[in-house]
Every structure is written in structure tokens, then in C-alpha cells.
């Protein structure tokens, strides 16, 4: 017969609990939680970044077929999320109707008041559907929409191009969620503009 001491006990505790925190923590990040789907995001530095350079390489994001759902809570506890810049296939659904969801979290490295033009290419997207969000409350600060099916008159930019604001105090940010349906999308870039050099170019276009 095995005598049980209370040294052996001394020692099962410690490995007991250190099996539940492992438990845990694996479930935390097989789950769908919003939470856990936050957490994943990478930051965009919207000071930093130039128009040439493709956000949409550095958000996450997963694809329905057809108009799917618009439900933004829904969406931020699907477990498809995917990082882009590993599944860029995603961005590409030539020919077909389709939704995809995009997400990724906007801050201001700078020491100003910044504002950014986020342009979605290409401008045939039927309706993309735009959510700021706080990072840590999940609270939504503002829902704005644009695409075809939006008219000049109820879009946030007076311009024919899929262009949706965004504007940080210096150390903000910012979650974009972000849901883009099309009848057809060859390929998709999210692009952040200044204001001005936006205007410029589309008058030299």
C-alpha cells in the first residue's frame, strides 16, 4: 500500500494549478469571444502610413458567400477570422457576390490631432459598412456606410470613391470593423489618404 504524505500533496497542488492555468488559457484562445477576436488585431499607425501602402495586408478578416448578415457582434464572435496578410485569397471574389469583413485597430503615433481617409478600391463595391469601436469597451462610437448603394447626399466624403473618415487625438485609437459587399471584387485595397493630398489627386484624376 502507497502511503499518500503530506509533502506529496505539497507538491500536487502547485502542478494542479499550473494544469488548470493551461487549460484555460487554451480555451481562451480556441473561443470565439469578441474578446479573444480583439485581442488577435494588429495596430495600424495611421501617422505612419502612406496611400500606397495596402491596410488591408495588416487587418484580419473572413468571407461569406452572398450578403450574409450585417450584425456587428455577431461578426466580432465568428470564429473565421483570419490574419489577411497569411489569406489574401480572401480580398479576391471576382464574378461572384460575396461579403467580406474586415477589422483591424487604428492609432495616432503622432503629436496632433490627425484625420485620415480610408478609401476601399475598388470603387465598384456595392455597400461597405463601417463600425468605430473602442478598443477596450466594445462601445460603438460611430457606424457610417458607403458604396454604390449609398447616395452622394448620405455619404461621409462627397466623392464617388468608397471613402469612409477617421480621427485620432494624438495617442488614440480606434477598432475598424468593416463590412464590404460586392457583386464582384477582383482584388481589394484599404488605403489611408490625407485629406488634401485625397482631394489632389482625385482633381488630377
Not at 500500500?1 to 481562451?28: D, G, N, Q, W
Not at 469578441?34 to 488585431?41: A, D, F, I, R
Not at 478600391?121 to 459598412?129: A, E, F, G, Q, T
Request: glycine share 8%; proline share 5%.
Amino acid at each position: 500500500m502507497i502511503r499518500v504524505t503530506p509533502f506529496f500533496y505539497a507538491m500536487l497542488t502547485p502542478v494542479f494549478l499550473m494544469v488548470v492555468a493551461l487549460f484555460l488559457s487554451s480555451s481562451a484562445q480556441a473561443g470565439g469571444g469578441s474578446g479573444s477576436v480583439l485581442e488577435k488585431s494588429q495596430s495600424i499607425d495611421l501617422y505612419g502610413i502612406s496611400p500606397g501602402d495596402n491596410m488591408a495586408l495588416k487587418m484580419q478578416g473572413f468571407s461569406v458567400q452572398g450578403e450574409g448578415g450585417d450584425d456587428l457582434r455577431e461578426s466580432l464572435s465568428d470564429g473565421r477570422w483570419k490574419e489577411i496578410k497569411q489569406h489574401d485569397d480572401l480580398l479576391e471574389a471576382p464574378r461572384q457576390h460575396s461579403t467580406l469583413w474586415l477589422k483591424g485597430r487604428f492609432y495616432n503615433s503622432g503629436d496632433d490631432y490627425l484625420q485620415r481617409w480610408v478609401e476601399f478600391s475598388p470603387w465598384r463595391l456595392n455597400d461597405v459598412k463601417a463600425w468605430l469601436v473602442d478598443p477596450q469597451s466594445l462601445e460603438v462610437i460611430k457606424r457610417m456606410q458607403t458604396g454604390l448603394n449609398t447616395p452622394l447626399s448620405d455619404r461621409e466624403v462627397d466623392t464617388n470613391r468608397a471613402v469612409l473618415p477617421v480621427s485620432l487625438y494624438p495617442g488614440e485609437s480606434v477598432m475598424m470593423v468593416v463590412r464590404i459587399y460586392a457583386d464582384s471584387r477582383p482584388f481589394l485595397s484599404v488605403n489611408a489618404w490625407d485629406p488634401v493630398d485625397f482631394s489632389v489627386e482625385e482633381v488630377s484624376e
